[in-house]
Structures are given as structure tokens and as C-alpha cells.
């Protein structure tokens, strides 16, 4: 196969053509493609036996309908999704999304960014994703229950504790697990890991609700590692304001480093002063318990709110994306850059459009793409289900302890990949090829499935 980049280009118009209407899927596969232009010219095999026609391809997609009824006793009818992307090194497993946004293409894009991420963490786990355009926001709890209850009458069908092992993402907390988890151990009689992120007391694992947060942070520190550097004394904004907003700062303080912001959908908090150990606390009943704004941070300890605003144009050393995908733009990273940020790590998932990452690789700061960087949620998801299947529970000090060492080897195997490919620093194509190049093989060992 001489001509990869024609062979290329063709291949990504065809999956447009034939995925019409899924603009942030068709981002993802291009984003994939075009850095396995390495591996794809040694291994020209990938191309000729089918492997990526098979990798863009779902292996099977399930959309449901979703009734529930509401407080005022209204039935209301909503959109459920779950897409099994590939399984060649293991259960399908990744998070579910319940959001208005969601729908086909959104889900099909977190699956496939799920494959290589779940590869990388070494940990046996294939990619999957799903969830609803539910907004939980304003809804009771009663509410929320309802809505978890029939979700899962469906979807318990279709997953399984050694077939598909679902775990939470945007609107998906601990309460959402749980109602979750009781409907499905209603349904089935049986108690099983058949999720993940379930809280202490019935199965679920220390630090799994850090995990993403501290192993973003983690990443960042690895790659500053590589320039002899530290997060020691960095000022570090932070967008979102959820799960991994909130331990992403955690693990922050813990290192000597000052979180400057948070935002939410209705606007960016900025504190100069930094955002303390107390102030965090305020944040996280702020947003787990009273499910609030977080405009009221800045009423109660005077920082600064910008309405309807992101916050990359506060300046920084580092920089944490945790909310959403395509959040932060070239605009946006020419802001960061000239305001003196250095490091991205992507808590959340493509939250920089290919521009954006193009501008960091060009100027060679140290860039974290999400599938390495947010890796350590899925990482510690896979630890909760050995832990599960052992019937066992691991100390806080033992899941952090292998969290950071997986951390460690997936930033070793990026940097040594892009290294090899000859892309020294291009943490993209490392992530990409060494997640990549694993699942390939495992779907040449398994035949044409
Ligand atoms: P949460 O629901 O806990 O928090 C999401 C945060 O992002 C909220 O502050 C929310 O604000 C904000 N947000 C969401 N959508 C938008 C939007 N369209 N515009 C502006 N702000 C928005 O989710 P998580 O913290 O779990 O997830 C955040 C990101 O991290 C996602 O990209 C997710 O895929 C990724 N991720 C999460 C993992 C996990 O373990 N939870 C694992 C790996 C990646 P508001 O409340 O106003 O909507």
C-alpha cells in the first residue's frame, strides 16, 4: 500500500459519507487516522486485512425508548443509547451520559475514543458508551429515579458483568449508579459488577471517584517531569465544575499547585486568590448535594464571575479542560498561550477542536489529549472489577498506588511510542499508535469478526 494518504482520505470520506449528520464522530476517526499514518506505512497489513473498515464500524449499537412519568404525573419520553464499539481485548466498558445534548453521533465518538484509552490503560476492557438526552438538572430525585428505573429495564438486556460494564460520565453521579444498580439487581436477582463508580458500601471502590481528576493531574506531572519540571507553585484553570473538575483541583492542592477557576454552563468562576482546601469543600456540597450554580461561589467568597464565559482567557502555567467536548478553540488556545500556558491535560473528552491541538503541538508545549490523560476513571473502573470479582476491597493507599503507577506506564508508553514513530513530544500520536496498534492485533488474532 504505497499511497496511505490517498488510501487515508478516501477511507475518512466514506465514513462520512456513510455516518451522515455525526460531525464530532467523523472529528474523532479523522483525529485517529491521520496520526496512524506511521504505524499504517510499516503495517500495511491494518489497511489490506480490513481492520480499520472493522474500527470505525460499532459492533452493535442499541437506541431505545425511555418512558417514565414526572412529579405532575405527565409521561415523558426519552432517548436511550448504548453503543458496544469493539470488544477485541475485553468487555465493552465505558460511561454513561445524561445530558439534552446527547444523541448518536456524540455517543459513537466517546465509544471509539474509548477503544484506545481502554487499550492504554493495559487493563483487558473493549470500548463502549451510552446514555440519554435526559437533563437531570431541575429534576427530584424521585424524578431521577424513575428515569434511572426504566433506562435500565432496557438496557439490563443488553450488559453484564463479563459482557459490558457501564460507568457514569456527564450527569451520571453516584445517585445515578445507584438507581441505576438497584433496578438491574431487581431485574436479574443478582448482585454483580455489572457497573462501576458504585459507592463504598455495596461494591464500588476507594478513590474511583478521583480517579479521573488525580490521574489527569498525575499526567500532568509526568510530562513535566520529561522538562525537569513540576506542578509545584503552577497556577492551573480548571473548566467544569463536576466530578473531575472538582478532584482535578483536589489532587492540585495536594501537589503545591494553585487552581485558579471553575465554570459551569452559565459561566466561569475566577479566583485570583486561588481556590483553597475550604473553598473546594464549598464546591462540592455546592454542586453534589445542593446541585446549585456555580455562580454562587463567587457571592459567597468575592471572585470574580464572568457570565456565559469560559475561562481560558484567565492566565496560566497549566491548563485542565474538564467539562466538555470541542469546549476550547484555536481562539481560545492562542488566549492560553499568550497568557503562559504550558501544560494541557484533558480531564475531559475532545474538549480542544483539531485546531486547538494543532496550535499546542506547533509550539511544542506539553499537550495531554484526553485518551491518555483522562484515562485513570476507566483505570480505576477496571480495578473495581477485579476487586469485585475477588470479592475483594483494596486499601485507599493500594487503588491510588496502582492508579499512579498506571498513569505512569500509560505516559511511558505514549512518549516511548511517539518517539519510535518518530514524533518525539507528540503525546497524540503516541496515544494513538500504542493504543491503536494493540487492539489491531487482538482483531487479527480473532479473525474476520
Ligand atoms: P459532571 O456531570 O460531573 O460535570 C460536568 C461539568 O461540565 C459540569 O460543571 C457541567 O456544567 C459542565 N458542562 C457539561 N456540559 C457542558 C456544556 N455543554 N457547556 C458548558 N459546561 C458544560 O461530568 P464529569 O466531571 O464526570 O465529566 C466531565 C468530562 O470528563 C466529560 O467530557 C466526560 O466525558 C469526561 N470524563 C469523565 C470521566 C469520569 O470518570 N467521570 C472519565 C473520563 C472522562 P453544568 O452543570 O452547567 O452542565
Redesign the pocket.
Given at each position: 500500500m504505497k499511497d496511505i494518504q490517498g488510501a487515508l482520505s478516501q477511507f475518512l470520506d466514506q465514513v462520512q459519507r456513510r455516518n451522515p449528520g455525526e460531525p464530532e464522530f467523523h472529528q474523532a476517526v479523522k483525529e485517529v487516522l491521520e496520526s496512524l499514518r506511521p504505524v499504517l506505512s510499516a503495517r500495511p497489513e491494518f489497511i489490506e486485512e480490513g481492520i480499520l473498515d472493522r474500527l470505525v464500524e460499532p459492533e452493535r449499537q442499541v437506541i431505545f425508548r425511555v418512558p417514565w412519568v414526572d412529579d405532575q404525573g405527565r409521561v415523558r419520553v426519552n432517548r436511550g443509547y448504548r453503543i458496544q464499539f469493539n470488544s477485541a481485548i475485553g468487555p465493552y466498558k465505558g460511561?454513561l451520559?445524561f445530558?439534552p445534548?446527547v444523541n448518536l453521533g456524540i455517543l459513537k465518538f466517546?465509544a471509539f475514543e474509548q477503544i484506545f484509552k481502554n487499550s492504554l490503560t493495559s487493563l483487558p476492557m473493549g470500548g463502549g458508551k451510552g446514555g440519554a438526552d435526559f437533563d437531570p438538572?431541575g429534576k427530584s430525585d424521585g424524578e431521577v429515579m424513575r428515569f434511572c428505573q426504566s433506562f435500565m429495564t432496557e438496557l439490563a438486556r443488553h450488559i453484564g458483568a463479563d459482557t459490558d460494564v457501564p460507568?457514569?460520565?456527564?450527569?451520571v453521579?453516584a445517585r445515578e449508579i445507584g438507581f441505576l444498580f438497584g433496578q438491574y439487581k431487581r431485574l436479574r436477582n443478582e448482585f454483580t459488577g455489572v457497573l462501576t463508580g458504585k459507592n463504598l458500601g455495596w461494591g464500588g471502590s476507594l478513590i474511583r471517584p478521583e480517579?479521573?481528576g488525580y490521574g489527569a493531574v498525575y499526567f500532568a506531572q509526568e510530562m513535566l517531569a520529561t522538562r525537569d519540571s513540576s506542578l509545584e507553585g503552577t497556577r492551573c484553570v480548571i473548566s467544569?465544575?463536576?466530578?473531575?473538575?472538582q478532584f482535578t483541583a483536589e489532587k492540585l492542592l495536594d501537589l503545591g499547585a494553585v487552581p485558579v477557576s471553575f465554570?459551569?454552563?452559565?459561566g466561569t468562576i475566577y479566583d485570583a486568590e486561588g481556590i483553597t482546601r475550604e473553598k473546594l469543600e464549598f464546591v462540592k456540597t455546592l454542586k453534589n448535594v445542593k446541585r446549585g450554580r456555580i455562580r454562587e461561589y463567587a457571592d459567597k467568597f468575592s471572585a470574580e464571575f464572568r457570565a456565559d464565559a469560559t475561562p481560558w482567557a484567565i492566565p496560566c502555567d497549566c491548563v485542565f479542560p474538564?467539562?466538555?467536548?470541542n469546549?476550547l478553540d484555536e481562539d481560545d488556545a492562542r488566549t492560553l498561550l499568550d497568557g503562559g500556558c504550558r501544560v494541557v491535560s484533558e480531564?475531559?473528552?475532545m474538549?480542544c477542536t483539531p485546531e486547538a491541538v494543532d496550535l499546542f503541538v506547533k509550539k511544542g508545549i506539553l499537550y495531554g489529549p484526553?485518551k491518555a490523560a483522562?484515562a485513570g476513571?476507566?483505570s480505576t473502573s477496571g480495578l473495581e472489577m477485579s476487586q469485585n470479582s475477588m470479592r475483594m476491597s483494596w486499601s485507599r493507599e493500594e487503588v491510588d498506588g496502582r492508579l499512579r503507577e498506571i498513569m505512569t506506564n500509560i505516559h511511558r508508553n505514549c512518549h516511548e511510542t511517539a518517539e519510535t514513530y518518530g514524533a518525539p513530544g507528540n503525546y497524540v500520536i503516541g496515544a494513538n499508535i500504542a493504543g491503536f496498534v494493540k487492539v489491531a492485533e487482538a482483531m487479527r488474532d480473532q479473525g474476520v469478526v
Amino acid at each position: 500500500m504505497k499511497d496511505i494518504q490517498g488510501a487515508l482520505s478516501q477511507f475518512l470520506d466514506q465514513v462520512q459519507r456513510r455516518n451522515p449528520g455525526e460531525p464530532e464522530f467523523h472529528q474523532a476517526v479523522k483525529e485517529v487516522l491521520e496520526s496512524l499514518r506511521p504505524v499504517l506505512s510499516a503495517r500495511p497489513e491494518f489497511i489490506e486485512e480490513g481492520i480499520l473498515d472493522r474500527l470505525v464500524e460499532p459492533e452493535r449499537q442499541v437506541i431505545f425508548r425511555v418512558p417514565w412519568v414526572d412529579d405532575q404525573g405527565r409521561v415523558r419520553v426519552n432517548r436511550g443509547y448504548r453503543i458496544q464499539f469493539n470488544s477485541a481485548i475485553g468487555p465493552y466498558k465505558g460511561g454513561l451520559r445524561f445530558h439534552p445534548s446527547v444523541n448518536l453521533g456524540i455517543l459513537k465518538f466517546l465509544a471509539f475514543e474509548q477503544i484506545f484509552k481502554n487499550s492504554l490503560t493495559s487493563l483487558p476492557m473493549g470500548g463502549g458508551k451510552g446514555g440519554a438526552d435526559f437533563d437531570p438538572k431541575g429534576k427530584s430525585d424521585g424524578e431521577v429515579m424513575r428515569f434511572c428505573q426504566s433506562f435500565m429495564t432496557e438496557l439490563a438486556r443488553h450488559i453484564g458483568a463479563d459482557t459490558d460494564v457501564p460507568a457514569g460520565d456527564i450527569g451520571v453521579g453516584a445517585r445515578e449508579i445507584g438507581f441505576l444498580f438497584g433496578q438491574y439487581k431487581r431485574l436479574r436477582n443478582e448482585f454483580t459488577g455489572v457497573l462501576t463508580g458504585k459507592n463504598l458500601g455495596w461494591g464500588g471502590s476507594l478513590i474511583r471517584p478521583e480517579a479521573t481528576g488525580y490521574g489527569a493531574v498525575y499526567f500532568a506531572q509526568e510530562m513535566l517531569a520529561t522538562r525537569d519540571s513540576s506542578l509545584e507553585g503552577t497556577r492551573c484553570v480548571i473548566s467544569g465544575s463536576g466530578n473531575v473538575a472538582q478532584f482535578t483541583a483536589e489532587k492540585l492542592l495536594d501537589l503545591g499547585a494553585v487552581p485558579v477557576s471553575f465554570s459551569d454552563s452559565d459561566g466561569t468562576i475566577y479566583d485570583a486568590e486561588g481556590i483553597t482546601r475550604e473553598k473546594l469543600e464549598f464546591v462540592k456540597t455546592l454542586k453534589n448535594v445542593k446541585r446549585g450554580r456555580i455562580r454562587e461561589y463567587a457571592d459567597k467568597f468575592s471572585a470574580e464571575f464572568r457570565a456565559d464565559a469560559t475561562p481560558w482567557a484567565i492566565p496560566c502555567d497549566c491548563v485542565f479542560p474538564s467539562a466538555t467536548q470541542n469546549e476550547l478553540d484555536e481562539d481560545d488556545a492562542r488566549t492560553l498561550l499568550d497568557g503562559g500556558c504550558r501544560v494541557v491535560s484533558e480531564g475531559a473528552n475532545m474538549p480542544c477542536t483539531p485546531e486547538a491541538v494543532d496550535l499546542f503541538v506547533k509550539k511544542g508545549i506539553l499537550y495531554g489529549p484526553g485518551k491518555a490523560a483522562n484515562a485513570g476513571g476507566v483505570s480505576t473502573s477496571g480495578l473495581e472489577m477485579s476487586q469485585n470479582s475477588m470479592r475483594m476491597s483494596w486499601s485507599r493507599e493500594e487503588v491510588d498506588g496502582r492508579l499512579r503507577e498506571i498513569m505512569t506506564n500509560i505516559h511511558r508508553n505514549c512518549h516511548e511510542t511517539a518517539e519510535t514513530y518518530g514524533a518525539p513530544g507528540n503525546y497524540v500520536i503516541g496515544a494513538n499508535i500504542a493504543g491503536f496498534v494493540k487492539v489491531a492485533e487482538a482483531m487479527r488474532d480473532q479473525g474476520v469478526v
